[in-house]
C-alpha cells in the first residue's frame, strides 16, 4: 500500500510516529517564540535599548535546553516518562527562563509578565488539571523569587513597591489563568471520554444490526447485504457461487421435548461446530429460527455439494456434541448455482425449493435444484 506523502514531510525532522510528530510539533511552536525572543535581544542588545552582557548566557542557555527536549522527544526516550510529551517539563522551562529574563533584562519586564500566561494555557492540551494549577502556584513563586532577586540586586530603576503590586497582581491572574487552562483541560478530557463511549456504542449498534444475538452469526439482513456484494461481483468477474439452505431436522421436537433453552444451546452449537468445519471464504448466516443461509463465493455445484456433506458428516461425530449429547441434531439441505443473469434472490428462491424437496424425501440429505 503507497505511503501518504504528507504524511512523511519532514520525517527527517519529526519521524514517522503520529505522537512523536504530534510532540515535535509543538515543540517547533514554542521554539520558534523562543527564537523571536533570542532575536530581539540580540537586536536590543545592539541598539543599547538592553544590556547584551546581562542578557547574553540566556540566549546561549535556552538553546541548549531546546536542543535537549528535541533529542529526548526525537529519539522517543521521553516514551518513558508518565508525560511523554515532556509538556509539564517544558512549562516549567519556560517559566524558569521567563523568571531570569525578569531579572536580568529589567528593561522589558512587562513583555515577560504578558508571556506567563500563555505559557499556562499550553498545559490544557495534554496535562491533567492538577498539573495545570501546580505550574500556575509554581509561576508564582518563580516570579516572586525573580522579583525578590531584582531588588536585592538593584538592577534596573524598578521600586519595591512597584514589584509587590506587580506580585500582587500576578498572584491572582497567574493561579487564575492556570485554573482556566485545567478547566479547558477536563473538558478535553470529558469530550474524548464521551467521543471514546459513543463510539463503543456505535460500534455495538453496528455489529448488532449484523450479527444474531444467539449464535454470533452474521444475521438475515447481513448476509442480504452480502449477497448483493457478490451478485454485483459476479457481474464484473464471471464466475460461480452456491447458495444453500440449511434447516436443522425436527427442531421442534427438540423445544418440545427439552424446552427452548436447549433448542437455544442447539443453535449455537450447530452454528459454532459448522464455522469451525466450513471454509474461510463461506460465510454461514442464520437466515430465521432453526434455518440457515450458507453463501460460497468461487464454489461451483459440485464443490459446494461437497463441503455440505463434509459439514454434515461433522456434525454426526460424538464429540461436536460432548456438551449438548441429548441436542444431536441432523439438517437438510437444499443448494442452488447462481447463474448469470439470474438474480441471486431467484438462486435463494431454488435453493429454498431443494430445502423443501429434502425435507419430504425424508430429511438429513441435500437436494441440489
Same mark, same amino acid.
Given at each position: 500500500?503507497?505511503?501518504?506523502?504528507?504524511?512523511?514531510?519532514?520525517?527527517?525532522?519529526?519521524?514517522?510516529?503520529?505522537?512523536?510528530?504530534?510532540? =515535535?510539533?509543538?515543540?517547533?511552536? $514554542?521554539?520558534?517564540?523562543?527564537?523571536?525572543?533570542?532575536?530581539?535581544?540580540?537586536?536590543?542588545?545592539?541598539?543599547?535599548?538592553?544590556?547584551?552582557?546581562?542578557?547574553? &548566557?540566556?540566549?546561549?542557555?535556552?538553546?541548549?535546553? !531546546?536542543?535537549? &527536549?528535541?533529542?529526548?522527544?526525537?529519539?522517543?526516550?521521553?516514551?518513558?516518562?508518565?508525560?511523554?510529551?515532556?509538556?509539564?517539563?517544558?512549562?516549567?522551562?519556560?517559566? =524558569?527562563?521567563?523568571?531570569?529574563?525578569?531579572?536580568?533584562?529589567?528593561?522589558?519586564?512587562?513583555?515577560?509578565?504578558?508571556?506567563?500566561?500563555?505559557?499556562?494555557?499550553?498545559?490544557?492540551? *495534554?496535562?491533567?488539571?492538577?498539573?495545570?494549577?501546580?505550574?500556575?502556584?509554581?509561576?508564582?513563586?518563580?516570579?516572586?523569587?525573580?522579583?525578590?532577586?531584582? @531588588?536585592?540586586?538593584?538592577?534596573?530603576?524598578? *521600586?519595591?513597591? @512597584?514589584?509587590?503590586?506587580?506580585?500582587?497582581?500576578?498572584?491572582?491572574?497567574?493561579?487564575?489563568?492556570?485554573?482556566?487552562?485545567?478547566?479547558?483541560?477536563?473538558?478535553?478530557?470529558?469530550?474524548?471520554?464521551?467521543?471514546?463511549?459513543?463510539?463503543?456504542?456505535?460500534?455495538?449498534?453496528?455489529?448488532?444490526?449484523?450479527?444474531?444475538?444467539? *449464535?454470533?452469526?452474521?444475521?438475515?439482513?447481513?448476509? !442480504?447485504?452480502?449477497?448483493?456484494?457478490?451478485?454485483?461481483?459476479?457481474?464484473?468477474?464471471?464466475?460461480?457461487?452456491?447458495?444453500?439452505?440449511?434447516?436443522?431436522?425436527?427442531?421442534?421436537?427438540?423445544?418440545? $421435548?427439552?424446552?427452548?433453552?436447549?433448542?437455544?444451546?442447539?443453535?449455537? @452449537?450447530?452454528?459454532?461446530?459448522?464455522?469451525?468445519?466450513?471454509?474461510?471464504?463461506?460465510?454461514?448466516?442464520?437466515?430465521?429460527?432453526?434455518?440457515?443461509?450458507?453463501?460460497?463465493?468461487? *464454489?461451483?455445484?459440485?464443490?459446494?455439494?461437497?463441503?455440505?456433506?463434509? =459439514?454434515?458428516?461433522?456434525?454426526?461425530?460424538?464429540?461436536?456434541?460432548?456438551?449438548?449429547?441429548?441436542?444431536?441434531?441432523?439438517?437438510?439441505?437444499?443448494?442452488?448455482?447462481?447463474?448469470?443473469?439470474?438474480?441471486?434472490?431467484?438462486? @435463494?428462491?431454488?435453493?429454498?425449493?431443494?430445502?423443501?424437496?429434502?425435507?419430504?424425501?425424508?430429511?438429513?440429505?441435500?437436494?441440489?435444484?
Amino acid at each position: 500500500m503507497a505511503s501518504d506523502p504528507t504524511a512523511l514531510k519532514h520525517i527527517w525532522l519529526l519521524g514517522h510516529q503520529p505522537y512523536q510528530r504530534l510532540y =515535535l510539533k509543538f515543540w517547533l511552536m $514554542t521554539s520558534a517564540v523562543y527564537a523571536l525572543f533570542v532575536v530581539l535581544g540580540a537586536l536590543g542588545g545592539h541598539f543599547g535599548y538592553i544590556n547584551e552582557q546581562r542578557s547574553h &548566557f540566556l540566549r546561549i542557555l535556552i538553546p541548549v535546553c !531546546l536542543l535537549a &527536549f528535541y533529542v529526548a522527544l526525537r529519539s522517543g526516550w521521553s516514551r518513558r516518562l508518565s508525560d511523554p510529551s515532556m509538556t509539564a517539563s517544558q512549562m516549567a522551562f519556560a517559566i =524558569l527562563m521567563l523568571g531570569l529574563a525578569y531579572l536580568v533584562v529589567p528593561e522589558v519586564r512587562g513583555v515577560f509578565l504578558m508571556i506567563l500566561p500563555l505559557v499556562l494555557l499550553f498545559g490544557a492540551f *495534554t496535562l491533567p488539571p492538577a498539573r495545570c494549577r501546580q505550574l500556575g502556584w509554581f509561576a508564582v513563586v518563580v516570579l516572586g523569587l525573580a522579583m525578590a532577586a531584582s @531588588v536585592w540586586v538593584e538592577w534596573g530603576n524598578a *521600586t519595591l513597591r @512597584v514589584d509587590r503590586i506587580i506580585f500582587l497582581v500576578s498572584s491572582v491572574v497567574l493561579p487564575i489563568a492556570a485554573a482556566m487552562a485545567g478547566r479547558l483541560s477536563a473538558m478535553r478530557s470529558q469530550l474524548r471520554t464521551q467521543k471514546r463511549d459513543l463510539k463503543d456504542a456505535l460500534d455495538k449498534n453496528i455489529l448488532l444490526a449484523k450479527q444474531d444475538s444467539l *449464535t454470533g452469526l452474521p444475521n438475515r439482513r447481513h448476509v !442480504l447485504e452480502l449477497m448483493a456484494y457478490e451478485e454485483k461481483r459476479v457481474q464484473r468477474q464471471p464466475g460461480v457461487t452456491c447458495i444453500c439452505l440449511l434447516d436443522i431436522d425436527n427442531f421442534k421436537r427438540i423445544n418440545d $421435548t427439552f424446552g427452548h433453552a436447549t433448542g437455544d444451546d442447539v443453535l449455537r @452449537v450447530f452454528a459454532q461446530a459448522s464455522v469451525a468445519c466450513l471454509r474461510t471464504v463461506d460465510v454461514l448466516a442464520r437466515w430465521g429460527g432453526e434455518e440457515f443461509l450458507l453463501l460460497m463465493p468461487d *464454489t461451483s455445484l459440485a464443490v459446494g455439494t461437497v463441503v455440505i456433506e463434509r =459439514l454434515r458428516n461433522h456434525m454426526a461425530r460424538a464429540d461436536v456434541w460432548q456438551s449438548l449429547p441429548h441436542g444431536k441434531v441432523t439438517f437438510s439441505t437444499g443448494i442452488a448455482e447462481h447463474r448469470l443473469p439470474e438474480a441471486m434472490q431467484a438462486t @435463494v428462491s431454488r435453493a429454498d425449493a431443494g430445502l423443501y424437496k429434502a425435507k419430504s424425501q425424508g430429511r438429513n440429505c441435500t437436494v441440489a435444484a
